[in-house]
C-alpha cells in the first residue's frame, strides 16, 4: 500500500505564508475531499504537491512512501506516481492530444526500472481510444493541439484522459469541477469513480459540494487560512452545502493583534 | 558598358576600420562556353561586379550583417572534380525513402549527374545543368537566363552571374503536369572553396511542378570557410503552378549570399517553402512579383540556428496588378549565441487594388544570448487592399513547461516538444514527410547538445 504524507507543511509565495502547517495522510483506495473557501491556500497545496518553482516549502515535508519529494523535480514527481489535474491547463500550440500523452507514457517507461521499450502505436491508439470511450470523448481529439481553443468542460475532460492514461497512484485534482455545467461535472466525476480503486487514491479540492454527490469521498477536509481545521466524513461536505463557510470563519479567524 | 572606377569603396575607407578586399577571382574564372551569348551573360557581369562595391553596414538591407570577417582573398572555385566525396544518402532523400519522383539533379562537389523520366522529356521538359544546357538547349537558356533575376543588383548577385559553374535549368512546358516532385541537391565540400549556382525554374502556361532544391555541405575544417554564391529565378506562367520547396543544410562555416526572385503572371499560383538550418552567416534576398491579375503566392519559411549562426533573410512580396495575393510567414527558433534577422516588405503598386496581402514573422528565443529582429514593412500605394502584417518575438513559457513536467516529460523533451510544436503550422505547410522527419531530428540533435 502506497501512501502520501504532507508533514506540518509550510510554504510562501514570494515570503508572504500560504500554507501555515498542514498535515494529510492519504492512502491508495481513499479518496480524500478538501474543501474551503478561496483563498486558503488549496491551489497552493495542489502546485506544491507537484514541485512548481513558484512555491517556497519554508518547513515540512512531503512523503511519498516515507521518501521526501522535496528535492525531486515536478517530471520526477510525475515518474514517482503524483498527477495533478490542472484548474487552468495550459495550451500548447502546436502539440496534439495524442503526441503529448504518448510522449508522457513513454517518459514513464523509459525512466521506469528496469527501463522499458517504448508503447507501439497499435497499443497506445487501442488505450486511447479505450479511455476516451470512457470519458466519451470523440476520437477527433487525439489530433487536436492541446488545449488549444477547448471549452472549460473539454479541458477538464482532457486533464481526466491524462489521469486514465498515465494511471498514477495519487491524483490530486484541482478544482476540475470549476467552470462546468453539471453534465460536465457527471461525465468527468464518472471518469474518475472508474480510475478509482485498489491502485489509486485521490486528493479532490473543491469550493463547491457537488462534485461530491459524484464522487464519494471516504474523508473530508475543511481547509482554512493555510491549514486543515475540521476533518470528517461526507457529512461534513452536506454541512458546508447548507451553512456555507461563515461559521468556519467564526471558529478558525485568527484574533487580529492591534 | 561602362568601366567607372572603384572608387565607392575606397572612399568609404576613411571612415571604416577596415574594408574586405576583393576576391582573388579573375576574368579568366568565368567558365567558358561555346555559346557567344551565354559568355556575353557572363562577362557582363563580371564588369558589373567588378564596377560594385562590398555592401557594407551603412546600406539599409544589410545593416544587421556584418560582412567584414569574410575571408574574400582565401576562396578558390572548386574545381577537382577528381575526389569527389559522396554526399550523405540522407541528403539525396529529402522526400522520403522509396517515394517515386520525376527527375533528379546532383551538382557542386560532386559528378554531376541528372535524370528525368523518359515521360517527361518526350512531352518536352528539360531538367538538366548549365553545361548541357549551353551544348543542347542554347537558345531556350539565352532566352530565359537573367530575366528575372539582374546580374547587377549587387556585387554578390553579378558574380555568381559571372561565375555560376553550377546551373540548374528546369523547363516546363505549356500545360505539362509533372506528379512527382523533381529533386536537386546541390553539394559543397572542402576547405577556402567557393561555390557558385545559378537555378532557373520556367513554368509555362497551364503547368504544374514540384521541385525540391536542397544545399548542404560537409564541414572539413571550421577555422576554413566556404562561401556559398547563387541566384535562383523562378517564373510561373499563366494558370499554371509551382511548389518549389528550398532547404539549406549548409556546414557551419559556409557563408552564403543569395538573390531569388519569382515573377507569378495571370491566375498562377507559387508555392514556396524555405527552410533554413545552416551556414555561419546567410544574406538571403528572396522576392515574389505578382505582375498579373490574380496571381498568388504564399511563402513559409523556417529556421533553426545555434551556436554563433547568424541567418538574415530579406523577403519582399510586390503586388504590381490588380487582385493579386500574397501570404508570408516565417517561424524561427534561436539557440545559443545565434541571431536571426527578417525584413519584410509588402509593396502594392499604384493601382494594384484589391490587393490582400499577409507577413507574419514569430521567433521563439531559446536562450539569452541569441536574439532575433524582426521587421515588418508596408509601403502601400493604391486604394481598396487589404494588407496586415505581424512580427513576434518571444520565449518559452514556464508555465508550459511546467505542465509538460508534471506529466512527467522530462525538461529537454519538454523543450523540444514545445519548439516543434511552435513549428507544425510550417511543418504542416510540407508536403514530405522526409523533410519534417528530417527537421525534427535536427532540431532534437541541436537541442540535445544544450
Not at chain 2, 529529402?94 to 559528378?111: D, Y
Not at chain 2, 553550377?166 to 567557393?194: C, F, M, R
Not at chain 2, 497551364?206 to 560537409?218: N, P, R
Not at chain 2, 538574415?312 to 541571431?339: F, V
Amino acid at each position: 500500500m502506497q501512501e502520501l504524507i504532507i508533514k506540518n507543511l509550510q510554504v510562501s509565495i514570494e515570503d508572504t505564508q500560504i500554507i501555515k502547517g498542514l498535515n494529510l495522510t492519504l492512502r491508495q483506495g481513499e479518496v480524500h475531499a478538501i474543501m474551503g473557501p478561496n483563498g486558503t491556500g488549496k491551489s497552493t497545496l495542489a502546485y506544491t504537491i507537484m514541485g512548481h518553482p513558484k512555491y517556497d516549502v519554508t518547513g515540512g515535508d512531503i512523503l511519498l512512501n516515507g521518501k521526501s519529494v522535496l528535492e525531486m523535480a515536478p517530471d520526477e514527481r510525475s515518474r514517482a506516481g503524483l498527477f495533478l489535474a490542472f484548474q487552468y491547463p495550459v495550451s500548447i500550440p502546436g502539440v496534439t492530444v495524442a503526441n503529448f500523452i504518448r510522449t508522457a507514457i513513454n517518459s514513464q517507461r523509459r525512466h521506469a526500472a528496469p527501463p522499458q521499450e517504448d508503447i507501439s502505436v497499435l497499443d497506445f491508439r487501442k488505450m486511447l481510444k479505450s479511455k476516451m470511450d470512457l470519458l466519451e470523448m470523440d476520437y477527433t481529439f487525439g489530433g487536436r493541439y492541446l488545449n488549444e481553443g477547448f471549452s472549460g468542460g473539454e479541458k477538464k475532460r482532457t486533464e481526466v484522459l491524462q489521469l486514465a492514461a498515465l494511471e498514477p497512484a495519487f491524483a490530486i485534482l484541482d478544482e476540475t469541477d470549476s467552470g462546468l455545467d453539471i453534465d460536465a461535472i457527471r461525465i468527468v466525476s464518472e471518469g474518475v469513480n472508474a480510475l478509482k480503486g485498489p491502485n489509486m487514491g485521490a486528493l479532490v479540492i473543491t469550493h463547491y459540494q457537488r462534485i461530491l454527490n459524484y464522487i464519494k469521498p471516504d474523508f473530508v477536509h475543511i481547509m482554512f487560512d493555510g491549514r486543515i481545521v475540521e476533518s470528517g466524513g461526507e457529512e461534513l461536505a452536506l454541512k458546508l452545502e447548507d451553512e456555507g463557510y461563515d461559521w468556519v470563519r467564526e471558529k478558525y479567524v485568527q484574533p487580529q493583534s492591534v | 558598358m561602362s568601366t567607372a572606377p572603384k572608387i565607392t569603396v575606397r572612399k568609404r575607407s576613411v571612415t571604416r576600420q577596415f574594408e574586405l578586399s576583393e576576391f582573388k577571382f579573375t576574368k579568366q574564372d568565368i567558365p567558358q562556353t561555346s555559346d557567344e551569348r551565354i559568355l556575353k551573360y557572363r562577362q557582363d557581369a563580371w564588369e558589373s561586379y567588378e564596377n560594385l562595391p562590398f555592401p557594407t553596414l551603412k546600406d539599409e538591407a544589410w545593416r544587421r550583417t556584418d560582412i567584414r570577417n569574410l575571408r574574400t582573398e582565401s576562396f578558390t572555385l572548386w574545381q577537382d572534380k577528381g575526389d569527389p566525396v559522396r554526399s550523405p544518402d540522407r541528403f539525396m532523400d529529402p522526400i522520403t525513402v522509396g517515394e517515386e519522383r520525376s527527375g533528379q539533379l546532383i551538382s557542386g562537389a560532386v559528378e554531376d549527374a541528372h535524370w528525368i523520366t523518359p515521360e517527361l522529356e518526350n512531352a518536352g521538359v528539360i531538367f538538366c545543368d548549365f553545361q548541357t544546357a549551353e551544348k543542347e538547349y542554347p537558345d531556350l537558356l539565352d532566352r530565359l537566363i537573367g530575366q528575372i533575376v539582374s546580374p547587377n543588383e549587387d556585387k554578390f548577385t553579378a558574380l555568381a552571374a559571372a561565375l555560376a559553374h553550377d546551373g540548374v535549368l528546369l523547363y516546363v512546358p505549356k500545360n505539362v503536369t509533372i506528379n512527382d516532385p523533381i529533386h536537386s541537391l546541390y553539394w559543397g565540400y572542402g576547405e577556402d572553396q567557393a561555390f557558385f549556382n545559378h537555378i532557373l525554374v520556367w513554368v509555362e502556361e497551364g503547368a504544374k511542378v514540384t521541385f525540391v532544391h536542397e544545399s548542404a555541405s560537409l564541414v572539413q575544417n571550421e577555422q576554413r570557410q566556404l562561401l556559398h554564391d547563387g541566384i535562383v529565378e523562378l517564373y510561373v506562367g499563366k494558370n499554371a503552378r509551382l511548389n518549389f520547396v528550398e532547404l539549406q543544410s549548409w556546414g557551419k562555416n559556409v557563408w552564403s549570399f543569395t538573390r531569388e526572385r519569382a515573377r507569378v503572371m495571370a491566375d498562377a499560383n507559387l508555392e514556396w517553402i524555405f527552410g533554413a538550418m545552416g551556414t555561419h552567416l546567410t544574406k538571403n534576398f528572396s522576392d515574389i512579383d505578382l505582375v498579373e491579375p490574380g496571381a498568388s503566392a504564399r511563402m513559409s519559411g523556417f529556421y533553426f540556428t545555434s551556436g554563433d549562426q547568424h541567418l538574415d533573410h530579406d523577403t519582399q512580396q510586390n503586388h504590381l496588378a490588380p487582385n493579386t495575393t500574397s501570404d508570408l510567414l516565417y517561424k524561427g527558433a534561436l539557440m545559443d549565441e545565434s541571431r536571426s534577422v527578417w525584413q519584410g516588405m509588402i509593396y502594392v503598386a499604384p493601382g494594384a487594388i484589391g490587393t490582400d496581402g499577409y507577413q507574419a514573422n514569430r521567433n521563439l528565443i531559446l536562450s539569452k544570448g541569441s536574439q532575433a529582429d524582426s521587421i515588418p514593412g508596408l509601403e502601400i500605394l493604391a486604394d481598396d487592399v487589404r494588407c496586415t502584417h505581424g512580427a513576434t518575438v518571444g520565449k518559452i513559457d514556464e508555465d508550459e513547461i511546467f505542465y509538460l513536467l508534471s506529466r512527467g516529460i522530462p525538461r529537454k523533451e519538454a523543450e523540444q516538444l514545445i519548439v516543434m510544436g511552435f513549428f507544425a503550422p510550417i511543418m504542416a505547410r510540407i508536403p514530405f514527410e522526409g523533410v519534417q522527419n528530417r527537421f525534427a531530428n535536427a532540431v532534437k540533435e541541436k537541442m540535445a547538445d544544450r
